[in-house]
């Protein structure tokens, strides 16, 4: 069963992304997204990290956003876990 983390970042993925309602809810660790997801250019990118912020009620430094966090669900959500968890 999914968690809190894992379920506010598959809604903010949609939101943000205007993915089609429960396409998110395929993902599973190995979906790509950056590269792989039209949706998420390096325009939404800036976007998601500041939804990520905001619903997550994180902080995310400069320095922490690289591309293996970005390349799959898996990596985002075990960015946001610990973010979350810190």
């Given at each position: 069963?999914?968690?809190?983390?894992?379920?506010l970042?598959?809604?903010?993925?949609?939101?943000?992304?205007?993915?089609?309602?429960?396409?998110?809810?395929?993902?599973?660790?190995?979906?790509?997204?950056?590269?792989?997801?039209?949706?998420?250019?390096?325009?939404?990118?800036a976007?998601?990290?500041?939804?990520?912020?905001?619903?997550?009620?994180?902080?995310?430094?400069?320095d922490?956003?690289?591309?293996?966090?970005?390349?799959?669900?898996?990596?985002?959500?075990?960015?946001?876990?610990?973010?979350?968890?810190?």
């Amino acid at each position: 069963m999914p968690d809190e983390t894992d379920l506010l970042l598959r809604r903010i993925l949609t939101d943000v992304l205007g993915l089609k309602p429960g396409q998110a809810d395929a993902f599973d660790a190995d979906t790509g997204l950056f590269g792989h997801l039209p949706e998420l250019d390096s325009m939404a990118v800036a976007g998601l990290l500041t939804e990520l912020e905001d619903r997550l009620d994180i902080m995310i430094e400069d320095d922490e956003i690289d591309g293996e966090m970005l390349e799959t669900y898996g990596g985002l959500l075990a960015f946001a876990e610990a973010k979350r968890g810190s």
